[in-house]
């Protein structure tokens, strides 16, 4: 097809290119301008010429157009698998293709079972053990823990006991030259246990403590070297004299009456002469 059949055939007027030469070739009258104030150059003429030309060129006559007539299209949709070499009954074939005949189940024949030693799962309760049972065991167990943590502890001897004590009150152990008032002292070593002077020494310090489950005055004196401890003990009576000391403390139990004096201070310390004045001024009531 040469190119003007091709442009009969898409409905193009053939004469359209010669149409449009043949405007632009418009006569164009000479423009008259008016008259301006001051002198026009002929570039200004020329140019509003060629506007003038162009714009006439321009109103050129559009053709109407003309849809070219479209073939039918095929709507049955099996002619058209059958124009493309497709096999209408292909999803018919995957159907029955896929009807694979299944045996039948066929259980295998299973030994009979002596029912004479099994136990009815209905028969057989399941065992709960009770909310309060748990409850009561809880309440147990506390009770018990709480008695071990307040229980005091047990002490291989007296003098062990005496030395823990000891570690327990680190503060009373100070080295001050403030004593203790005569109401506080009395207050701690009633008449009733013994009656103590101030010859033993300066007391610094006095409180009642618990020890081998009696409560017992506990005081402190000034030595040469440093506090010494004095615990009376009317009801912890000991035949013998015992010493007894630690890492850097040293002590001795000493028996008197009916009673004993535990006294402790540090390793350079004359316990001797503590224990003279103690013993001296010292009188057991009980």
Excluded at 3 to 27: C, F, G, M, N, Q
Excluded at 62 to 84: G, K, W, Y
Excluded at 239 to 247: L, P, Q, R, V
Aim: net charge negative.
């Amino acid at each position: 097809m040469d190119y003007k059949e091709y442009k009969k055939a898409h409905v193009e007027d053939p004469r359209l290119e010669a149409r449009i030469l043949e405007a632009l070739k418009i006569p164009v009258p000479d423009l008259v301008m008016p008259e301006l104030p001051g002198a026009q150059t002929t570039a200004q003429v020329d140019g509003l010429r060629l506007e003038a030309r162009i714009a006439e060129a321009l109103r050129i006559p559009v053709p109407d157009l003309v849809m070219p007539e479209l073939p039918e299209i095929e709507t049955d949709f099996e002619e058209s698998r059958q124009a493309n070499g497709e096999d209408p009954h292909f999803e018919a074939r995957i159907v029955e293709a896929l009807k694979i005949p299944v045996p039948d189940l066929v259980m295998p024949e299973l030994p009979e079972i002596e029912t004479g030693n099994v136990v009815s799962l209905s028969d057989r309760r399941p065992r709960r053990t009770p909310v309060w049972f748990a409850m009561a065991a809880t309440v147990a167990l506390a009770a018990v823990l709480g008695v071990k943590l307040f229980e005091p502890p047990e002490y291989a001897s007296l003098a062990d006991e005496i030395v823990a004590h000891l570690d327990h009150e680190p503060y009373a152990t100070r080295v001050t030259d403030v004593p203790v008032s005569d109401k506080r002292l009395k207050r701690i070593v009633p008449a009733n246990i013994a009656n103590l002077d101030h010859e033993a020494g300066l007391i610094t310090y006095a409180q009642t403590c618990n020890i081998n489950g009696n409560d017992v005055p506990h005081l402190v004196i000034q030595g040469k070297n440093g506090p010494v401890t004095v615990i009376l003990l009317p009801d912890e009576r000991v035949s013998t004299a015992e010493t007894f000391g630690g890492e850097s403390i040293n002590g001795v139990l000493i028996p008197v009456g009916n009673g004993s004096i535990a006294i402790i201070g540090e390793k350079n310390e004359d316990l001797e002469a503590i224990q003279k004045s103690v013993m001296n001024s010292v009188t057991w009531s009980t």
